[in-house]
C-alpha cells in the first residue's frame, strides 16, 4: 500500500492511478523490470542539495544524473546528492531510496527533466520497495508543479 500521506493526497484530489505490486527491487531500472513498466515511463527520484537546500529530482529510470547540468538548470552554485543520513528523516513511512516525486508533501521543491514530461504515463515508487503508483503524467504536473529543468538531459 502506498504511503498514507500519498494515498491519500491523491485520493483527495480524484485522481485516478494504479498500485502494482512487485518483487523487491531496489534501483530504479530494478524495479521497471519487476513492475513491467518501461525504464522510459519509471521515474527515479533523487534528493539533490540546491545551495544547500534540499530539493528533489524526478528523471526517467534510463537516465542518468548529471548535477553540473542540474545547476545549470536550476540556477545553483552547487548541487550535490544528498545522503540518506541527510534526507531519512524528512520521508516519514517511506523505505529510504522509495521516495514519490511529490516533493510538496515534505517540504521540497520537485524538478523534472523535460525528456519526463513527454510521457503519457509515468510511474514511482509509492513509499516501499515493492510497490510503484502508475498515473498520468498531465495529473501528476497538475498535482506537484514540478520545474522542468529545460533541455537538461543526461547522456
Known amino acids: ?75 545553483a552554485r552547487k548541487a550535490e546528492l544528498a545522503t540518506e543520513a541527510e534526507f531519512g ?3 516519514p513511512g517511506c523505505d529510504v531510496g522509495a521516495m514519490p516525486p511529490f516533493g510538496h508533501l515534505y517540504g521540497m521543491d520537485t524538478y523534472v527533466t523535460e525528456s519526463l514530461t513527454h510521457d503519457r504515463e ?3 515508487n509509492a ?4 510497490e510503484v503508483i502508475r498515473m498520468s503524467y498531465d495529473d501528476f504536473e497538475r498535482l506537484e508543479s514540478p520545474r522542468t529543468l529545460g533541455a537538461y538531459k543526461a547522456d
Open 89 to 91: 528523516a524528512r520521508f
Open 127 to 130: 513509499g516501499t520497495h515493492t
Open 122 to 124: 509515468i510511474a514511482f
Open 1 to 75: 500500500m502506498p504511503v498514507p500521506e500519498l494515498r491519500d493526497f491523491l485520493d483527495s484530489q480524484g485522481v485516478k492511478y494504479v498500485s502494482i505490486k512487485h518483487l523487491l527491487a531496489y534501483t530504479a531500472q530494478e524495479v521497471a523490470a519487476s513492475a513491467h513498466v518501461s525504464g522510459k515511463e519509471m521515474v527515479k527520484t533523487i534528493v539533490v542539495k540546491l545551495d544547500g537546500k534540499q530539493a528533489l529530482i524526478a528523471l526517467p529510470a534510463s537516465e542518468k544524473i548529471d548535477l553540473d547540468r542540474v545547476s545549470e538548470a536550476t540556477g
